[in-house]
């Protein structure tokens, strides 16, 4: 309990500002929490190439497979024809279908990191005018009305960069795994081309 006020005293100082910091990283870890769960699906119990290759060598669906390459063979199995053309123009659908997921999110989480230490910055500038408005109505001689400003421009470019930092991590983190599963697919299309 203690430390839930001691985190509302110090969210509560930061002022107004405070919100959009708060919602942006909010908002930010979900997707990310969100893009982790999914990148874990794709890659648990999955095929490897050697595994696919012989499943399509054999029509035989990967049942009790889930993840990136397992999902496509199953598409194209069922989709296939005897005409080479087409099959090539279903397995580019199937592969189609699966990119724009695998990048759902990552640009919005490297823009959410971006704009957390500028929010940050914001209250910064904030803190700094309530500052110079008390020295200009009690001048310098009282510190304790200057202190309310510090501390706003502290907090917040503080709470910024906390938010900013690992965001940035997580979303080249993200980004490279992305990368990762679409050179994936490129190789399972590059192997299932060359098997018709």
Not at 28 to 47: A, H, P, T, V
Not at 55 to 61: A, D, I, P, T
Not at 139 to 146: F, Q, V
């Amino acid at each position: 309990m203690k430390a839930i006020l001691n985190a509302y005293e110090y969210l509560s100082s930061g002022g107004i500002i405070m919100i959009p910091i708060i919602f942006c990283s909010l908002w930010m870890w979900w997707l990310i929490s969100q893009r982790l769960f999914y990148f874990r699906y794709l890659n648990k119990n999955d095929l490897n190439l050697h595994q696919a290759m012989e499943m399509l060598r054999n029509e035989y669906e990967p049942k009790n497979r889930k993840g990136l390459c397992a999902g496509i063979l199953i598409e194209f199995i069922s989709k296939q024809t005897k005409n080479k053309k087409l099959n090539q123009s279903i397995l580019e659908l199937c592969i189609m279908k699966k990119r724009p997921f695998i990048r759902r999110s990552i640009t919005t989480i490297a823009v959410l990191a971006a704009v957390a230490p500028l929010l940050g910055l914001l209250g910064t500038v904030t803190g700094m005018m309530s500052t110079f408005d008390s020295i200009s109505l009690f001048g310098t001689g009282n510190p304790k009305a200057m202190a309310g400003g510090i501390s706003v421009a502290m907090i917040t470019t503080q709470s910024g960069l906390l938010a900013a930092i690992p965001g940035l991590f997580m979303s080249s983190f993200l980004s490279r795994r992305a990368n990762s599963m679409e050179n994936r697919l490129d190789e399972l299309a590059l192997m299932i081309s060359r098997s018709f």
